[in-house]
């Protein structure tokens, strides 16, 4: 174990994906570098350990009908090779040191930090500071929720050994729709409780019928406008949820167990942010400018924790901002972002980049919509998932791609084609009468922007 130091030129409080890689970097060009976290189970962020990786790991055990068990058991492998591989990776570079434990702000340039080995407590100076902590699990304030021993985050849900085959979960967003289409594929029985009246309002119309369809097609029961009111466990180890519906009926569902899924929020407990004079937003989120700069002059706040898009390849671009205001550079604002994809990992996968329909009329575009239906795609046939809709907008007048949704097998990879011909400028017609391998599904565009 390295010799933990008194100060450091920079100073990391979080493994997630910005940091770790920032950490990196600076130790590969001889800058010496300090690394906090506060768990040992979490070394490489909490992407590697309780959110994407994990989640997906499960999911493809779940698509090759592996049973729960053997799948919970593989996803731990993975995840444990992951986790030293990150924490080798970056403590075996001669100018990083990687401490665990909790950190907490004395100044600006001071943080004691309790070390988890021995609950020793130690004060490390630093010259520039870089939070990047992450988010948690929101738990909303609903009643019987703190008490019930059967509420569950995304996170927690992670650690369960056995399958829980009766689930209720509450939201849903990105998160609650993957876990939702996760266990039903373990054959759990699955119900969604959606606070709003429509399903995937966000969406055009289209694209949220066709998810719709998919998804009670598994036999996950959608029930949407409803609001949970009340949760108790029962005497027989199950527990029981009460709702209002949109027409203050109050109804009630037992299940096994109840997932929370209704967003996130910044991980700041303990981190003692109003000693560094660090402002928060009324999130609670640690405020940024354009160059993910706090309002304290040697403090940066990289990943979720800055209130930004909260994705891992966003807090690895929070690092190249980073990077180029430290080295040298152009790409020193979150201004210079271009546009990004997101996928939902279901089966098939659900992947958005850029404006849809809706959103193109009512900004005054003048467009041309073509949508393909994924039964027609011969890779969809090979791989036996015919579900899906590929939908893309047009300005008609530029000729360029305004926006792509993808409901389809693979739609996760496809996706990234659209994006780089949005962000390169590309006319349309590029992407229909460029060479694809086939048969794959990206050959499907193809088809779908020769309907324009």
Not at 291 to 315: C, E, H, M, R
Request: hydrophobic share 40%; charged share 20%.
């Amino acid at each position: 174990m390295k010799t933990i130091k008194s100060h450091y030129e920079y100073l990391v409080i979080g493994f997630g994906k910005g940091g770790k890689t920032l950490a990196a970097y600076l130790a590969k060009h001889d800058k010496e570098v300090a690394l906090i976290e506060q768990s040992d189970e979490m070394y490489g962020g909490g992407c590697i350990n309780i959110a994407c990786i994990p989640t997906k790991s499960l999911i493809s055990s779940a698509e090759h009908n592996l049973p729960y068990e053997k799948a919970f058991l593989q996803k731990n492998e993975v995840t444990s090779f992951l986790r030293k591989k990150n924490f080798d990776n970056l403590d075996n570079l001669p100018l990083a040191t990687v401490i665990t434990g909790k950190a907490s702000f004395i100044s600006p340039h001071e943080v004691s930090v309790k070390l988890l080995a021995d609950d020793k407590e130690i004060i490390i100076v630093a010259t520039n500071i870089f939070i990047n902590t992450g988010s948690q699990p929101f738990v909303p304030a609903i009643e019987g929720i703190q008490s019930s021993k059967k509420i569950f985050t995304s996170a927690s849900l992670m650690k369960q050994s056995v399958l829980l085959k009766k689930l209720v979960i509450i939201g849903a967003g990105f998160i609650g729709l993957e876990f939702a289409d996760m266990y039903a594929k373990f054959d759990a029985e699955v119900t969604l409780l959606d606070s709003a009246d429509t399903f995937l309002h966000e969406e055009d119309k289209d694209i949220a019928d066709e998810i719709l369809k998919v998804l009670t097609a598994k036999k996950i029961n959608i029930i949407n406008g409803v609001s949970a009111q009340k949760i108790t466990d029962n005497s027989n180890n199950t527990v029981s949820i009460q709702y209002k519906n949109k027409d203050g009926n109050i109804n009630e569902l037992d299940a096994a167990a109840v997932l929370v899924a209704t967003g996130r929020k910044p991980l700041t407990e303990g981190l003692n942010l109003a000693a560094a004079g660090v402002q928060t937003d009324k999130r609670g989120y640690v405020q940024v400018d354009d160059f993910l700069k706090t309002n304290v002059s040697n403090i940066w706040a990289v990943g979720d924790i800055n209130g930004g898009p909260q994705f891992t390849y966003i807090s690895l671009d929070d690092f190249r901002i980073i990077r180029d205001q430290l080295f040298g550079g152009d790409y020193t604002s979150v201004t210079k972002r271009k546009l990004f994809a997101n996928s939902v990992f279901s089966t098939p996968q659900l992947a958005h980049n850029g404006m849809r329909e809706k959103e193109a009329i009512e900004k005054g575009y003048t467009i041309k919509v073509a949508k393909l239906s994924a039964a027609a795609i011969p890779r969809a046939r090979i791989l036996n998932n015919t579900n899906g809709l590929l939908k893309t907008v047009v300005d008609i007048n530029s000729d360029k791609i305004l926006g792509c949704t993808l409901f389809c097998i693979d739609a996760n990879e496809m996706i990234n084609t659209i994006q780089m011909a949005m962000n390169s400028g590309l006319d349309y017609k590029v992407v229909r009468d460029t060479i694809y391998t086939h048969p794959s599904m990206t050959e499907a565009l193809n088809d779908l922007y020769s309907l324009i």
